[in-house]
């Protein structure tokens, strides 16, 4: 490693822990860490190193860890689900899974000495969490109707997949990229829609035509984090779809090498874009590649507003249906992803997807499969077509398990936008999303309206509060919503969003049916 390294005596705490031993030497340790039990392990391991694997201490819920895995492009089996549903179980009522804003699912209630029978299962699922947390390249995204859609220009899976191996060693953990400076988001757009939101990846790929060759116009350096969020720049770069990997790789090697670590706060591949410039970032990425890099395509094809892909559509084979079923913020437990499993093998081919909704994906269900799936039970539950409200809410984590939370948010969320839904009748979709603290893992930037948590003074006491974004663009010409409100304590909320509603998106008082 060259460039920027800060010296020992000033690595921050997280570079002294990657220093002092890799993230991925607990590995080898986990049937220790088993034996031993939580409370007598070494903190670092516990708490940080474990990340590496997927796995994720959880001071809220001590002994109970969550672990997230890496589905690739949101694709999982019916077989893989029913072995993160049987993990699940295990744990009762405390054992769930979260879909995840990234397209992928977290299991909680993990415990320790669990560990080695659950790897060796998702080894035999061909399921991995390999560095899924901390400085790594995070779940990557792709279209969720990739290879179903007949309007795409290019089925992203194998792709997404390809990228994956290559950055995890195939999952099985990848010393050369186990220590960059912080997180890495990538997606990759196949379809118009841009429904992976390409703008906040620190690398995205969306599609372009050069010379009437498809490949990628790449756009680089998007993130959010509690001090700043960027949309991603131009790299004014195009690549067919057979350099993507090793672009990706370059990127990520420059970006390791030389990326920012004094500061966390600004470690993420923006700030070291900010302090070259554009262009010696360009040039330094394409010295690693080895050859130039084409000039970005004049225009890409992200031309749609974005779709939630939710309700019943027609695939691009004859006779064959995708069916988006809303999953109230993401949530899942061990029954409901027993009957997913169930549901696509008995109407698609076995195979569901994951949106950064937070919704699934049944594909492959034939036209005289359709009626019957839609009188399953389960539908009842996770319905075709929820209210405009409902339909497009996302929500983070928030304090029932996550430790930087200021606020609960998936079920205030959920209660608050049935009763919105109850009283307000709306005419189109209203995208609302919930993050439980400025890192912003719920995306509020990308909604309609956003509410992130904060903590308010309200008649002396301090209460849990949410400030309020609007504005955010989604698919074509996204861009990103800003605060417009502070500090509105969440029992104070309902009436501002009514009013919000009302306002900006056409709301009106549902006409209740006098009784009698
Ligand atoms: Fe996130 C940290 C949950 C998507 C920005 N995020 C965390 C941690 C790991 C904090 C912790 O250790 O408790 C949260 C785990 C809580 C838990 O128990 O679930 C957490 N982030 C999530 C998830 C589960 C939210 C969700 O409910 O969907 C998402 C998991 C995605 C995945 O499958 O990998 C999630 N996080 C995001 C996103 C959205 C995205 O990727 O599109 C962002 C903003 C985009 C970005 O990263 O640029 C995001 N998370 C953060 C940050 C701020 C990063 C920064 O540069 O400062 C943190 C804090 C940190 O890294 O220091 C964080
Ligand atoms: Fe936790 Fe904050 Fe991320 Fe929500 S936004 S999951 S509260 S870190």
Redesign the pocket.
């Known amino acids: 490693m060259t460039g920027t390294l800060p010296t020992a005596a000033s690595l921050n705490k997280f570079e002294k822990i990657k220093a002092e031993k890799d993230g991925l030497a607990v590995k080898a340790e986990i049937e220790h860490f088993a034996r031993i039990g939580w409370e007598a392990m070494d903190e670092a391991d516990r708490d940080y190193r474990l990340?590496w694997l997927g796995v994720?201490f959880?001071p809220?819920t001590p002994g109970k860890f969550?672990m997230?895995?890496r589905l690739p492009n949101g694709v999982i089996r019916s077989e893989q689900l029913r072995v993160l549903a049987e993990i699940v179980q295990r744990y009762g009522e405390e054992g769930n899974a979260?879909?995840?804003?990234?397209?992928?699912?977290?299991l909680?209630g993990i415990r320790i000495e669990d560990l080695p029978d659950i790897f060796q299962r998702l080894h035999q699922a061909g399921l991995t969490s390999v560095q899924?947390?901390?400085d790594n390249v995070?779940?990557i995204?792709g279209s969720p109707v990739a290879g179903l859609d007949g309007d795409e220009l290019y089925d992203t899976r194998e792709l997404v997949q390809q990228v994956q191996d290559r950055i995890t060693n195939r999952g099985e953990g990848n010393p050369a990229f186990t220590n960059l400076p912080?997180?890495f988001?990538i997606a990759i757009a196949g379809c118009r829609d841009n429904s992976v939101?390409a703008e906040?990846?620190?690398i995205a790929f969306v599609p372009a035509f050069q010379n009437e060759v498809f490949g990628f116009n790449v756009l680089v350096g998007?993130?959010?984090?509690?001090?700043r969020?960027a949309a991603a720049i131009p790299l004014n770069a195009w690549v067919p779809p057979e350099e993507v990997v090793d672009l990706c790789e370059a990127i990520l090697v420059v970006y390791r090498d030389h990326g920012l670590r004094a500061n966390?706060?600004k470690?993420?591949l923006m700030w070291l874009i900010d302090e070259w410039g554009l262009e010696k970032f360009r040039a330094a990425v394409e010295q690693q590649l080895g050859r130039p890099l084409q000039p970005a395509a004049a225009k890409d094809e992200i031309l749609w507003d974005k779709r939630d892909h939710l309700g019943v559509h027609k695939q691009r084979q004859p006779g064959l249906n995708y069916v988006g079923l809303h999953v109230p913020i993401?949530r899942l437990y061990a029954p409901d992803m027993f009957d997913l499993a169930r549901l696509a093998d008995v109407y698609g081919n076995g195979e569901l997807r994951l949106t950064?909704e937070?919704n699934v994906i049944i594909p492959n269900v034939p036209d005289s499969r359709v009626a019957v799936l839609l009188q399953e039970p389960l539908l009842q539950k996770f319905t075709l077509e929820p209210g405009n409200l409902t339909r497009a809410l996302?929500?983070?984590?928030g304090n029932q398990?996550?430790?930087?939370?200021l606020i609960e948010t998936?079920n205030r969320a959920l209660a608050l936008i049935t009763e919105l839904e109850a009283e307000l009748d709306c005419p189109k979709p209203v995208r609302v999303h919930w993050?439980g603290c400025p890192?912003?893992?719920?995306?509020p930037q990308v909604a309609d309206i956003g509410m992130m948590g904060t903590k308010v003074r309200k008649d002396g006491k301090t209460v849990e509060g949410v400030d309020i974004y609007m504005g955010g663009k989604v698919g074509k010409d996204a861009e990103l919503g800003t605060c417009v409100m502070k500090g509105i304590p969440c029992e104070d909320l309902k009436p501002v969003l009514k009013d919000l509603l009302t306002q900006h998106f056409g709301a009106s008082p549902r006409v209740s049916t006098p009784v009698g």
Not at 100 to 106: S, V, Y
Not at 394 to 397: E, G, H, N, R
């Open positions: 990340k994720f959880r809220v969550m997230r895995l979260d879909i995840t804003t990234r397209q992928n699912l977290q909680r899924s947390g901390m995070r779940n995204t912080r997180k988001n939101h906040i990846n620190d998007g993130f959010f984090s509690a001090k969020c966390r706060q470690a993420r993401g950064v937070q996302v929500s983070c984590t398990f996550c430790n930087f939370a998936k993050t890192n912003s893992c719920g995306q």
